[in-house]
């Protein structure tokens, strides 16, 4: 299955992308592509051409954006290239456990339509919190289609957090979702100043695809 990493950039987040590839070069299992949208970007972004071999596409716009615009315009520059069959979406300034794509293909094998997971935070991207992540133990993603807590923000976007096999609520990284190819020429992210992540969620479960989530603390998320 090939799989493309879709990342949203906010200009001044350029700046974390070396880390973000490094994680990327990491990967147990490599990704066919990345695709990146960068929007607020006052000039030209020269970013490479592959990164660890991976081609490395690149969409640009000087106009202000939210999340969900960059989301989109990532994700419709991967499915450009016929062979991508899943999306990856991932944020700039965030980190990749090295088994990340292996888990995502488990998943979409396993006959998911949307794979989630949870997270470790990073606080001060503290190089001892990046090391102890590196060598975290992984477990089995957990099924879950119909039990879930459902909840509606103040901002009027709803959230939908998923129960492990032991009946306790589970974290995830809403931001950090995986879809098949369908998925999103079926569903687009809404122009949300924020939590747009939460909803596109929230909408995938309430249209019925079938969702697995993980335990497993996939991304090394910077809040």
Request: aromatic share 12%; net charge negative; charged share 20%.
């Amino acid at each position: 299955m090939k799989l493309a990493i879709c990342v949203p950039v906010y200009a001044p987040h350029l700046k974390f992308l070396p880390e973000l590839f490094e994680s990327i070069a990491n990967q147990t299992v490599k990704p066919s592509l990345i695709s990146i949208s960068i929007s607020s970007c006052a000039e030209p972004t020269v970013l490479p051409p592959t990164v660890a071999g991976i081609p490395l596409l690149v969409t640009s716009t000087h106009k202000q954006q939210f999340a969900s615009a960059n989301r989109n315009a990532a994700a419709e520059q991967a499915l450009g290239v016929e062979s991508i069959d899943g999306i990856v979406f991932f944020d700039a300034d965030d980190y990749m456990h090295p088994q990340y794509i292996e888990k995502v293909q488990d998943a979409f094998q396993e006959g998911a339509d949307v794979f989630l997971h949870n997270y470790a935070n990073w606080p001060g991207r503290q190089h001892a919190t990046k090391q102890e992540f590196l060598k975290s133990s992984l477990e089995t993603p957990t099924t879950y289609q119909s039990y879930f807590h459902e909840e509606h923000k103040p901002e009027g976007f709803g959230q939908i957090s998923p129960y492990d096999d032991q009946n306790n609520l589970m974290d995830i990284a809403n931001g950090h979702v995986s879809i098949k190819r369908f998925v999103f020429e079926r569903e687009k992210f809404t122009r949300l100043q924020r939590g747009e992540d939460c909803d596109y969620n929230y909408r995938l479960l309430k249209s019925g695809y079938n969702v697995m989530a993980s335990k497993d603390k996939l991304s090394l998320y910077a809040w």
